[in-house]
């Protein structure tokens, strides 16, 4: 059972700096794929950044490029979510996400295995 736990996340001002981080419980070809997505109620959820866990290849929203960055681990147990000069359009229920290796697109049904959940909250 492939399990996905996040942590990080909460409240800060606009400007400021958050780390979310998921732990993966497994490093296979049905995780290659992993990102991190967000949701607001009465929206669709979307994805913000997308890493290819075996080679590093890297996908971002435009919404979020230059300020999220994407990462794995040596390990590769934890995919983390680095996050500056947020703003409150940012304010979301973020997921940590994976699912196969067999290109790592945007759209959330691709992705079989999902974390909980943790709301980031950004004020201005």
């Known amino acids: 059972q492939v399990q996905l736990v996040e942590s990080g996340g909460g409240s800060m001002q606009a400007g400021g700096s958050l780390r979310l981080s998921c732990s993966i419980s497994?490093?296979?070809?049905?995780?290659?794929?992993s990102g991190w997505f967000r949701q607001v109620p009465g929206k669709d959820r979307e994805a913000v950044a997308i890493l290819y866990r075996r080679w590093g290849d890297i996908t971002y929203a435009d919404s979020v490029a230059g300020r999220f960055t994407i990462s794995q681990d040596n390990a590769k147990t934890t995919v983390s979510l680095e996050m500056n000069s947020l703003k409150p359009e940012d304010t979301a229920m973020y997921y940590c996400a994976a699912g196969p290796g067999n290109g790592c697109i945007t759209q959330p049904n691709k992705y079989n295995y999902w974390g909980r959940g943790t709301q980031v909250t950004v004020s201005s």
């Open positions: 497994t490093y296979d070809y049905y995780t290659y794929c």
